[in-house]
């Protein structure tokens, strides 16, 4: 008897900005105009007055780059929860790469005391921006309920956003949450099978195998094994396992490739060398039955 394909939808769980422009009066420009010459020498040590000035007058973009200095150390010493004081000032004013920074803070208790509920506050204000990174991470927080409760509508709603945007995670999340029929969102493979198309064309592992298991039973698109076979040796010759065992049972059963003793004790071989118990099983029994030849590379 043949072995079977393994299927199931893999799981992956799952990550900077831009400028913000307004108006600032005169003398507060000039400081600001300072710093910035300053740090672009990287004379940082001089770069500190000028710009701690802009910034307690209200100059966002000097907020946030004060903050960079104390983050880094650069031209003061070091203090990381001066930085987060510095960066929320900005963040305040609706300054998105002080936000995505001060997001990440809060995620990482970076300088500030760890909270996921500040994180996902300050990364849903940059998403709602434009903000792919911080829409990818917004949907990964609503996924797993980290800061927020957890809401897979909202997930997708965020996951499109940025695959919209062409994040390839982004994409992956979106479909896999289609494939899935998380709470709140009807399953639907044909969105599915889209999604993991947009991310496997830019070479997401993870998503090549999904997209081969969807062609392979029909879920999504018509039952095609020559494209199961494409997608699968796609995530195949990129290491993954599953994919391997199941390039073994194509060329094993002749579905969407050849029949080829040789290819079958190849993939099975590598997929046993990952520790693939099945795979392990399959390649003895090729050996077995006389069926397998030298493996090739």
Same mark, same amino acid.
């Given at each position: 008897?043949?072995?079977?394909?393994?299927?199931?939808?893999?799981?992956?769980?799952?990550?900077?900005?831009?400028?913000? @422009?307004?108006?600032?009066?005169?003398?507060?420009?000039?400081?600001?105009?300072?710093? @910035?010459?300053?740090?672009?020498?990287?004379?940082?040590?001089?770069? *500190?007055?000028?710009?701690?000035?802009?910034?307690?007058?209200?100059?966002?973009?000097?907020?946030?780059?004060?903050?960079?200095?104390?983050?880094?150390?650069?031209? *003061?010493?070091?203090?990381?929860?001066?930085?987060?004081?510095?960066?929320?000032?900005?963040?305040?004013?609706? =300054?998105?790469?002080?936000?995505?920074?001060?997001?990440?803070? =809060?995620?990482?208790?970076?300088?500030?005391?760890?909270?996921?509920?500040?994180?996902?506050?300050?990364? %849903?204000?940059?998403?709602?921006?434009?903000?792919?990174?911080?829409?990818?991470?917004?949907?990964?927080?609503?996924?797993?309920?980290?800061?927020?409760?957890?809401?897979?509508?909202?997930?997708?709603?965020?996951?499109?956003?940025?695959?919209?945007?062409?994040?390839?995670?982004?994409?992956?999340?979106?479909?896999?949450?289609?494939?899935?029929?998380?709470?709140?969102?009807?399953?639907?493979?044909?969105?599915?099978?889209?999604?993991?198309?947009?991310?496997?064309?830019?070479?997401?592992?993870?998503?090549?195998?999904?997209?081969?298991?969807?062609?392979?039973?029909?879920?999504?698109?018509?039952?095609?094994?020559?494209?199961?076979?494409?997608?699968?040796?796609?995530?195949?010759?990129?290491?993954?396992?599953?994919?391997?065992?199941?390039?073994? *049972?194509?060329?094993?059963?002749?579905?969407?490739?050849?029949?080829?003793?040789?290819?079958?004790?190849?993939?099975?071989?590598?997929?046993?060398?990952?520790?693939?118990? %099945?795979?392990?099983?399959?390649?003895?029994?090729?050996?077995?039955?006389?069926?397998?030849?030298?493996?090739?590379?």
């Amino acid at each position: 008897m043949g072995s079977e394909m393994k299927g199931g939808v893999m799981r992956f769980l799952a990550v900077l900005g831009f400028l913000w @422009v307004f108006f600032v009066p005169p003398a507060m420009a000039d400081d600001y105009e300072d710093a @910035v010459r300053f740090i672009e020498g990287r004379n940082y040590a001089l770069a *500190v007055a000028p710009l701690s000035r802009a910034a307690r007058s209200g100059n966002a973009t000097a907020q946030h780059y004060l903050g960079g200095l104390y983050m880094e150390g650069k031209g *003061v010493e070091q203090d990381k929860a001066q930085a987060a004081y510095w960066y929320e000032k900005a963040a305040a004013q609706g =300054y998105a790469k002080a936000q995505f920074v001060l997001g990440a803070m =809060y995620r990482n208790g970076d300088g500030v005391e760890q909270d996921d509920v500040q994180a996902a506050y300050w990364f %849903e204000k940059v998403a709602a921006q434009g903000n792919a990174d911080a829409q990818l991470v917004t949907g990964n927080l609503y996924s797993n309920g980290e800061g927020v409760p957890q809401d897979y509508k909202q997930a997708a709603y965020w996951f499109e956003k940025a695959a919209a945007q062409g994040d390839v995670y982004a994409q992956f999340g979106l479909a896999d949450i289609y494939a899935n029929a998380q709470e709140g969102v009807w399953q639907d493979y044909k969105k599915a099978a889209y999604w993991f198309e947009k991310a496997a064309a830019q070479g997401n592992i993870l998503a090549q195998f999904n997209l081969g298991d969807l062609y392979a039973n029909g879920l999504g698109v018509s039952q095609d094994y020559k494209q199961a076979a494409y997608w699968f040796e796609k995530a195949a010759t990129q290491g993954n396992a599953d994919a391997q065992f199941n390039m073994a *049972v194509l060329y094993e059963k002749g579905e969407g490739v050849e029949r080829d003793d040789t290819r079958v004790a190849y993939w099975f071989g590598q997929a046993a060398t990952q520790g693939d118990v %099945e795979a392990q099983l399959g390649l003895d029994k090729s050996y077995a039955n006389g069926q397998a030849v030298l493996q090739q590379d």
